[in-house]
Nanobody, 114 residues
Framework: QVQLVESGGGLVQPGGSLRLSCAAS????????MGWYRQAPGKQREQVAL??????TYPDSVKGRFTISRDNARKTMYLQMNSLKPEDTAVYFC?????????WGQGTQVTVSS
């Protein structure tokens, strides 16, 4: 059974940093497309980072501030978030996309507020 477990969310002041983690089990981790989405109240879901064998992709809203990475040996993906803004407040979800399915984590709340 595939499981993705996120951690690392919380409350941070504007300008601060957080690192989210997404630990995977039950899946051959290293070869799949994976990334992070966020969902804020009243807003559309937004993909904030994508990692493939070819590299990484970010939308303009987070480019230069967020960095996605993965440790295949630990089967863990990370999202380093720097220079956080109040508009980054959302629930963040990790996902792994295989040939036949897409698996999601349970979400972790990130709140940026003074």
């Amino acid at each position: 059974q595939v499981q993705l477990v996120e951690s690392g969310g919380g409350l941070v002041q504007p300008g601060g940093s957080l690192r989210l983690s997404c630990a995977a089990s039950g899946i051959f981790f290293s070869t799949y497309v994976m990334g992070w989405y966020r969902q804020a109240p009243g807003k559309q879901r937004e993909q904030v980072a994508l990692i493939t064998s070819g590299g990484t992709t970010y939308p303009d809203s987070v480019k230069g501030r967020f960095t996605i990475s993965r440790d295949n040996a630990r089967k863990t993906m990370y999202l380093q978030m720097n220079s956080l803004k109040p508009e980054d407040t959302a629930v963040y979800f990790c996902y792994v996309q295989t040939v036949s399915n897409t698996y999601w984590g349970q979400g972790t709340q990130v709140t940026v507020s003074s």
